[in-house]
């Protein structure tokens, strides 16, 4: 989560987990909700399902195209796939978003609304497509996405995807903990992300070569800062494994694999943060919307 702060405050950052759909068949089950062991559950339950409404109606109102001709739709994912919130930044309840083209997510928005000490909400979104694209809200463009939002990469020396869906499962699972992410901040405080063991969203697009797909987020906290997407892809009448990682904040990371660096990000300045421009963007803050609007 990239913290739009009032204009008195400094800004920061966080977000956090979700569900899956199951491979080959479009079936869902409901959101994942990131375990917090040290928040006080008493006087809480009203404002997630406040900001479950507002996230969701704010959701709603996204039009995203993928470039073409003509340009491709996305289509919202039914439900949001995680509840997050941060209770060390203040009382903030967030939730995950997808949209896909045949199945396979091309972006994903983290929508978040503020109770204490700020009261505003704030949207941010990171293009997952290989092309550029656009966003429009209630019909006025609010984001250009200017090229391919994520990099793929072979996954090293692993053992080709199985054919079972199960096995291809506890495949993914073993390819994500051999990743460790650091993330330092702007402060220069750095401290190692935590994997959640389950994938968010898992999918397949039978118009492409993805034969399975599996969404995974690393977190501080509760709150999710980079997801890791981990593809089976059929080259050369073979499967074998694809991953990349995409930012949710606008800070410092750099991944590794088996010990082995193979991504990084650095920190953006504001103005790149907020240009809408870039194929990580925030938009707001906006002023506190009334659930079902």
Known sequence: MHQTLSPWFVSAGGVGTGLWVLVLAVCTT??????????DASGTEDRVADALQITTDAARQYDFQVAGTPPRS???HDESILKWSNPI????YGNVFLWTDQGRPQVIGSIFQWYSPMTHGSHEFHSLASEPLTGARDGTLVWKSPGAGIR???????TPP???AAVRLRQARAISRAVQIEKTDRAGVSRRLR???QPLFRYSDASSNVRDGMLFVFVQGTDPEVFLMVEAIEAKAKLQWQFALVRMNSVKFVATYRDQEVWRTEIWPWNKVRNRRETYTSLGPFERETAGR
Do not use: I, Y
């Open 152 to 158: 793929w990469q072979p996954v090293p020396d692993s």
């Open 162 to 164: 199985a054919e079972s």
């Open 30 to 39: 409901g959101p994942v909700k990131a375990e917090n062991p040290n928040s």
């Open 89 to 92: 930044a203040g009382e903030v």
């Open 74 to 76: 996305l289509r919202l």
């Open 195 to 197: 994997l959640l063991a």
